[in-house]
DNA sequence: CACCCCATTATGTCTAGACATAATATCGAA
DNA sequence: TTCGATATTATGTCTAGACATAATGGGGTG
């Protein structure tokens, strides 16, 4: 038996194992001490290979108990949320925001709506309006978003830039354009279109809320899924 | 400085360092022999908290360069699809299957359409329909799904137990109810609904397609995260 | 000046052994 | 029989030191 990376052989042998099936959920894994003497290897080592395993979602560790191949194969899915400026020029057309209106609301003296700008606009690709973007930055976590001309410059990139979030929460849903909405997008009204709504915060602060409306048609969400999220 | 899991207190000071914005994307970290010096421990501690800062996507490492503070906030979600009949009772309403069309295409001499199950059915939550499904099993991938009654019992459910998955696509649009649709989801036609379209495969091998339609306001799809997925 | 080779450096991986901790199993007492 | 204290066991974490590996920066050569 080669000895090279002995940690990658007992994590694939172990995930070949169990993606075959020929380990089936709930089954017992050998403990360590033994897993080291079959591999020829310091316990610590198969200690790191269980361990990633267990991120990944494949084994679930119990002290004194064991390891056991786990449960129910994780069923959640890493999505990725890109920027729209990227996943346009991606497509091979030209990005274009165009900001409608930009208003300042709210008071810094009063608590309970605290000072926002928000922003109304649309993103095109090409000549085409690929979304309606409707957002609130909060002045108080972001205060230099007052300088800038959201007129000219999409939010979402220039905030990104300025100030990364660290936690978000994703609302989707289907919904029909208001005529308002569809003359915006260029569709007729009550055209199916995807509704993704966005908060995010920073080190527990808001920081912005979003709203965009993709015409049914220009946008699919697509979220790619094996178990681990490396 | 109390010497209590050193392992964990590198990682959240410096979890803490980036998050709050003290570190900012594309700084240095010290190396790993400072930081044991400093925390007062071995590398092999600093590294494995240095690891799991990068599995979590907040730094980056690089041999002989360092480690530096990751770039992007990695903008992936971790997206949680659950069973609808969980989702249902979650809840509190009855979740009731009612398959609508069970047939057995193709042939298995023919290489170019395998024996594979078409099922149609409807969600209910109470007495109102909640999603329509459209689903292909691969017989020869699940044999036994042949002799299952799929108009009684919720092929996604019986599938999950019988087979779970191990990859997955995902794609997620808006569309109009078309007129066939709209009357099993007893929702007007060209209602905005969303679509579901789920490919999951078993050691790369294809077990089954299902496309979900929802009505539009019986469903929101949502996802949450902050940068790890732990 | 451009190019290649090599020493240096920081991470990557591993070992053997130690102690901590949590959960189970066992045994004794009420 | 039931409850609670205790021993056992497997994982959790750590250390000090070793060697491997990849990338960088420099130096020498054409």
Redesign the interface.
Known sequence: MKRVNPARRIQSDLEADI??GRLR?GDRIPIEQDLAGQYGCARATVSKALGELT?AGLIERRRKAGSFVAH??V?????????LAELIEARGETYRWEGRSVRTLGDAKDRESPPVLRIEGVHFGGDDPFALEDRIIELSEVPSAADVDFKRQAPGTWL?AQ??????????????AKSAEARALQVAA??????LERDTW??GRSITHVRQL?P??R?????????S??
């Open positions: 993606r075959s959920p991120a129910p194969p069923h959640s899915a890493v999505m990725t949320v890109p920027d990104l100030l990364p979030w660290t936690e978000a929460r994703h609302a989707i849903r289907a919904v029909g009550g055209t199916a279109c995807l509704e920073r080190s993709f049914g048609d946008f699919d969400l697509v979220a790619e899924f094996g178990n999220p490396a």
